[in-house]
Structures are given as structure tokens and as C-alpha cells.
Nanobody, 126 residues
């Protein structure tokens, strides 16, 4: 059973930065697809950024150029560096993992991921 624990959320003003981290219970990052998702109140969960086992990344259009996903296989940690934050980035952010080698294009779809963290709240004020 894979366990994921997110950290790094908080409250910032628009234009600020945060770095989210996701620690895994085992050495999965070299083998699993990983993703960051977010869900705002009253909205569906949406893909933000994802990375496959080879390290190839994909981003939602809304965050391209502002967010960067990365992983440290040795530390079993996934990161999401978020810069130039906007009030519309306010949401609960979730880390997800899956062992299936999905095509990159599918990795922003919540339904392909089997393992999820509990989430960390990000609030951006104007």
C-alpha cells in the first residue's frame, strides 16, 4: 500500500510563491507516474502537473510557465514549485501516484491514479 503525505501549503498574497512536497512511503518515484491535482470548493478536481517515471512532465494550460513539477527519487519526494500565484490558484492540492505507465497525455486525468494523499490547502489573497 502506497501512502502519500503532502506538505507546504499555506496562505500567500497574489504574486507570491509556495513549494509543495509529497513524501511517499516507499521507493516509488522511479517507477510510478506522479501528479499534482487541485480542487476548489464547488468545483471538480483538476490536474495541475504530472511527471512520468522517465521524468517527462505535463502541465495544465492555466499553470504553464508558473508551476514546476519535479521529483527526487533518492528522497522519495515529489515537489510542486508554484510561482506568480493568483487568487484562482486557491484550492486543496493533492498528490497522486499510479504504477501503470500511462501515456503522458492521460496524466492530468484524476481517474487514472490509484493512490492519493490527504491534501494541503493553498490560499492566495488578492
Amino acid at each position: 500500500q502506497v501512502q502519500l503525505v503532502e506538505s507546504g501549503g499555506g496562505s500567500v498574497q497574489a504574486g507570491g510563491s509556495l513549494r509543495l512536497s509529497c513524501a511517499a512511503s516507499g521507493s516509488i518515484y522511479s517507477k510510478y507516474c506522479m501528479g499534482w491535482f487541485r480542487q476548489a470548493p464547488g468545483k471538480e478536481r483538476e490536474g495541475v502537473a504530472a511527471i512520468d517515471s522517465a521524468g517527462t512532465t505535463i502541465y495544465a494550460d492555466s499553470v504553464k510557465g508558473r508551476f514546476t513539477i519535479s521529483k527526487d527519487n533518492a528522497e522519495n519526494t515529489l515537489y510542486l514549485q508554484m510561482n506568480s500565484l493568483k487568487p484562482e490558484d486557491t484550492a486543496m492540492y493533492y498528490c497522486a501516484a499510479d504504477p501503470t505507465p500511462w501515456e503522458l497525455v492521460f496524466l492530468l486525468t484524476p481517474g487514472v491514479f490509484n493512490y492519493w494523499g490527504q491534501g494541503t490547502q493553498v490560499t492566495v489573497s488578492s
